[in-house]
T-cell receptor, first 113, second 119 residues
């Protein structure tokens, strides 16, 4: 049982390049989330999914796209990376019950030059 | 929209002493959950403690306890007998208890408080 995993752990991009961050969970969770964390700040929600095939915008969605083709995977895409997207990205998942806690992945550090 | 505020950017505590972290939140809802997460240098987000708003009793987990004041919308974390391993960023977070699936039951985080533990 690996929990929530994220790939890659660290990546350097040049401005304008594209990339996809992969989040995988093996707990059969319905809900999945992508957050970003900037220095000295809390986590802010980018996009989320309440089930396979569904996605929705969070607090800071601009410049990102997501897909949830399989229940266990939630992909975050940057079509044209910008320096402002330099951040640490966290994925999380949880069950649908109201009492359930979010489980977080280890984070992906992204540097856009 | 709900907001969570942590007014202390950094707190310092002597090993074995007690430190209290402040958190206030704004909501119009009556039923919700509040959380404290710890983020050590490894960046892993670790759940420390959870409080359910309908419970009057303050949650406790070993050396960690909260003071939940619902009317004041305050949710402070007390770390007793501080240890070197407690040094980390601590985040307060809010989540509605309303099960509106489309809304995703999102967490709203405060800006964090860095805790330094002096040996």
């Amino acid at each position: 049982n690996a929990g929530v995993t994220q790939t890659p752990k660290f990546r350097v991009l040049k401005t304008g390049q594209s990339m996809t961050l992969l989040c995988a969970q093996d707990m059969n969770h319905e809900y999945m989330y992508w957050y970003r964390q900037d220095p000295g700040m809390g986590l802010r929600l980018i996009h989320y999914s309440v089930g396979e095939g569904t996605t929705a915008k969070g607090e800071v969605p601009d410049g990102y796209n997501v897909s949830r083709l399989k229940k266990q995977n939630f992909l975050l895409g940057l079509e044209s990376a910008a320096p402002s997207q330099t951040s640490v990205y966290f994925c999380a998942s949880r069950r649908t019950s109201a009492r359930e806690t979010q489980y977080f992945g280890p984070g992906t550090r992204l540097l856009v030059l | 929209a709900q907001t969570v505020t942590q007014s202390q950017p950094e707190m310092s505590v002597q090993e074995a002493e007690t430190v209290t972290l402040s958190c206030t939140y704004d909501t119009s809802e009556s039923d919700y959950y509040l959380f404290w997460y710890k983020q050590p240098p490894s960046r892993q987000m670790i759940l420390v403690i959870r409080q359910e708003a309908y419970k009057q009793q303050n949650a406790t987990e070993n050396r960690f306890s909260v003071n939940f004041q619902k009317a004041a919308k305050s949710f402070s974390l007390k770390i007793s007998d501080s240890q070197l391993g407690d040094a980390a960023m601590y985040f307060c977070a809010y989540r509605s208890a309303l099960m509106i699936k489309a809304a995703g039951n999102k967490l709203t985080f405060g800006g964090g408080t860095r805790v330094l533990v002096k040996p």
